[in-house]
């Protein structure tokens, strides 16, 4: 395999993604770079159609962009070219090409996730205009911040509705803790899923958490509001942060969750280069998704009915009635992250 190419999947595959799935693998011939899914790596409740997967591909993709203009190459995308496949997501070809590279090259390495409480001073005013100038080719994504304080804080009420409705239902619970790698021997083992440290959890909370993977203790501990704890005490990380932030698009359709990624990959590369943080606020975000389009017994009807309530207040608040929010998170300034979670290698098959 030409080395260049070598070098960019490496940089490709630092993409984030749902619970670090990496649901992706890789064609390669001499100038082409075909992408597939590889939709077992995460058929949850959080990935309606493969929604989630899809944006996780965008960011994957954008990466290569970015990635072969540091290598001298142009990269063309077409997206989903073969009707007949559905796993097959995207087909990149590079042709050699003189400009300048990409400036974000330099962040792909950068960029992570950090879960710790963010400053709460809101973003300068250099800061928002640097972000919100984000953009790429096309417009098929957008994105919108608030910075007041009453907005992020009930945004963050919203966002951790999700971790209340993982501790009150089983199959979401299990499929949360089934992603938890409690040593750094077994995230580097595994490497899909996240580190426990990642999670930023002081010691008596990690106690806790080990206790909570049981599915029979949470049930006991609910009945001291145990569950509404956690969300509560989730709720007041999210709500430290210099901005709260969403990614929206048309509708629903796959295409558009592939631009979104790619957008949102821009936007947290951007981040990085203004040495600021940001967390993926957005689980309750796909189980409205999941709810929109399915009308199943999986989730309660009082969990129905909050997420679907907080999705639309979300709306409200950044005021995209109309549009389908694909993506939330907060920004804010805090340093590095304690930890970060393994990466699979790049899974390339080589074409004649």
């Given at each position: 395999?030409?080395?260049?190419?070598r070098k960019i999947l490496d940089l490709a595959i630092l993409a984030p993604s749902g619970e670090n799935c990496q649901p992706w693998r890789f064609v390669v011939s001499a100038?082409?770079?075909?992408?597939?899914?590889?939709?077992?790596?995460?058929?949850?409740?959080?990935?309606?159609?493969?929604?989630?997967?899809?944006?996780?591909?965008?960011?994957?993709?954008?990466?290569?962009?970015?990635?072969?203009?540091?290598?001298?190459?142009?990269?063309?995308?077409?997206?989903?070219?073969?009707?007949?496949?559905?796993?097959?997501?995207?087909?990149?070809?590079?042709?050699?090409?003189?400009?300048?590279?990409?400036?974000?090259?330099?962040?792909?390495?950068?960029?992570?996730?950090?879960?710790?409480?963010?400053?709460?001073?809101?973003?300068?005013?250099?800061?928002?205009?640097?972000?919100?100038?984000?953009?790429?080719?096309?417009?098929?994504?957008?994105?919108?911040?608030?910075?007041?304080?009453?907005?992020?804080?009930?945004?963050?009420?919203?966002?951790?509705?999700?971790?209340?409705?993982?501790?009150?239902?089983?199959?979401?619970?299990?499929?949360?803790?089934?992603?938890?790698?409690?040593?750094?021997?077994?995230?580097?083992?595994?490497?899909?899923?996240?580190?426990?440290?990642?999670?930023?959890?002081?010691?008596?909370?990690?106690?806790?958490?080990?206790?909570?993977?049981?599915?029979?203790?949470?049930?006991?501990?609910?009945?001291?509001?145990?569950?509404?704890?956690?969300?509560?005490?989730?709720?007041?990380?999210?709500?430290?942060?210099?901005?709260?932030?969403?990614?929206?698009?048309?509708?629903?359709?796959?295409?558009?969750?592939?631009?979104?990624?790619?957008?949102?990959?821009?936007l947290w590369l951007t981040v990085s280069s203004l040495g600021l943080s940001l967390q993926p606020m957005a689980g309750a975000l796909f189980l409205a998704l999941h709810l929109?389009?399915?009308?199943?017994?999986?989730?309660?009807?009082?969990?129905?009915?909050?997420?679907?309530?907080?999705?639309?207040?979300?709306?409200?608040?950044?005021?995209?009635?109309?549009?389908?929010?694909?993506?939330?998170?907060?920004?804010?300034?805090?340093?590095?992250?304690?930890?970060?979670?393994?990466?699979?290698?790049?899974?390339?098959?080589?074409?004649?």
């Amino acid at each position: 395999m030409n080395e260049k190419i070598r070098k960019i999947l490496d940089l490709a595959i630092l993409a984030p993604s749902g619970e670090n799935c990496q649901p992706w693998r890789f064609v390669v011939s001499a100038d082409k770079i075909k992408v597939f899914n590889i939709p077992e790596r995460d058929n949850s409740l959080y990935s309606w159609g493969q929604r989630a997967s899809n944006l996780a591909h965008g960011a994957l993709v954008e990466n290569i962009i970015i990635a072969a203009s540091n290598f001298g190459y142009q990269a063309d995308l077409k997206l989903f070219p073969d009707s007949t496949n559905l796993g097959f997501v995207a087909e990149i070809v590079l042709k050699p090409d003189s400009a300048r590279p990409d400036e974000l090259y330099r962040l792909i390495t950068e960029r992570c996730t950090n879960r710790k409480p963010y400053k709460r001073s809101p973003l300068s005013k250099d800061q928002l205009m640097i972000l919100s100038a984000v953009d790429f080719e096309g417009n098929r994504a957008r994105h919108k911040f608030v910075v007041e304080e009453t907005d992020k804080k009930e945004l963050a009420n919203m966002a951790s509705a999700n971790e209340r409705v993982i501790f009150e239902n089983q199959r979401l619970h299990s499929f949360f803790f089934n992603h938890v790698n409690w040593t750094k021997t077994e995230d580097d083992r595994k490497s899909v899923g996240f580190y426990l440290e990642t999670l930023e959890l002081p010691p008596p909370a990690k106690v806790m958490f080990k206790v909570a993977k049981k599915w029979s203790a949470i049930r006991f501990l609910n009945k001291i509001g145990f569950s509404k704890m956690i969300a509560k005490a989730n709720s007041q990380i999210y709500a430290c942060a210099g901005a709260t932030g969403v990614v929206t698009i048309d509708d629903d359709g796959k295409e558009n969750y592939f631009f979104a990624g790619r957008l949102m990959q821009r936007l947290w590369l951007t981040v990085s280069s203004l040495g600021l943080s940001l967390q993926p606020m957005a689980g309750a975000l796909f189980l409205a998704l999941h709810l929109r389009h399915e009308d199943d017994k999986i989730l309660s009807a009082l969990h129905k009915g909050v997420v679907l309530h907080n999705y639309q207040r979300i709306q409200e608040i950044f005021g995209v009635q109309g549009k389908t929010v694909a993506m939330m998170f907060r920004i804010g300034e805090d340093g590095q992250p304690s930890a970060r979670s393994s990466r699979l290698p790049v899974n390339v098959i080589e074409e004649n």
